[in-house]
């Protein structure tokens, strides 16, 4: 099947840039995503990029696409204390039964120190 | 309101019983997913439907089984539940590929 890889543990310093980095493997993908899940709370989309783009920039956050290496990042700018979470790469992959599915990593959980 | 509901937030049960987690969404979307998440190990697809007359097998249905009751209702269902069901469950939904997920079921087995 898929397979969505992602590192566990990043640590930076407020007002730092994070780069969280993500590697899937399926080709066909026309969607990915980066979701932020909180202490005790659900998975709250963050920002999404199709398959055909390089680049998205939305406030605070950049998310690069290397579709020949399959990788994909996002950057958070500025970080603050508040972005601690961890945060799920995720692809839109095709599932046997010819219909799509997304693909988790087993997420990044971001430190942020003061 | 929230879109994505999800009943019980929170369920201990022993091993055997029958246990089901249900879903709503007002969304108005057609397809509706349930995930568990495991620590370190994101989160895994259980089952998915497509539309009320349509269910998928994830990656580990084995010891689950789904209900599409409606288009905005979607319950799983433990038919005799083990410790290593002990797990956060998760349900989505979609009308595109983009998923919006619930807040979480934390289900402990004892």
């Known amino acids: ?32 995503y980066w979701y932020k899940q909180e202490p005790g709370a659900g998975l709250q989309l963050l920002t999404y990029i199709f398959s055909n783009m390089d680049m998205k920039q939305d ?33 839109s992959s095709l599932m046997d039964t010819g219909r799509r599915a997304l693909t988790f990593g087993s997420g990044t959980r971001l430190q942020v120190q003061p | 309101d929230a879109d994505v509901t999800q009943t019980p937030r929170n369920r201990i049960t022993k091993t055997g019983k029958r246990i089901m987690l249900e879903c709503s969404q007002t969304k108005g979307h057609d397809r509706m997913y349930w995930y568990r998440q495991d620590p370190g190990l994101g989160l895994q697809l259980i089952y998915y439907s497509f539309d009320v007359k349509d269910i998928n097998k994830g990656e580990i249905s084995d010891g689950y089984s789904v209900s599409r009751q409606a288009q905005a209702k979607f319950s799983l269902s433990l038919e005799s539940a083990i410790p290593n069901q002990t797990a956060l469950y998760f349900c989505a939904t979609s009308q595109g590929d983009t998923q919006y997920f619930g807040p979480g079921t934390r289900l402990t087995v004892l």
């Open chain 1, 1 to 32: 099947g898929e397979d969505v890889e992602q590192s566990l543990f990043l640590s930076v310093r407020e007002g730092d840039s994070s780069v969280i980095n993500c590697t899937y493997t399926d080709s066909s993908s026309t969607y990915l």
């Open chain 1, 59 to 91: 406030q605070r956050l950049t998310v690069l696409l290397n579709k020949k290496d399959k990788h994909l990042s996002l950057r958070i700018a500025d970080t603050q204390t508040g972005d601690s979470a961890i945060y799920f790469c995720a692809e």
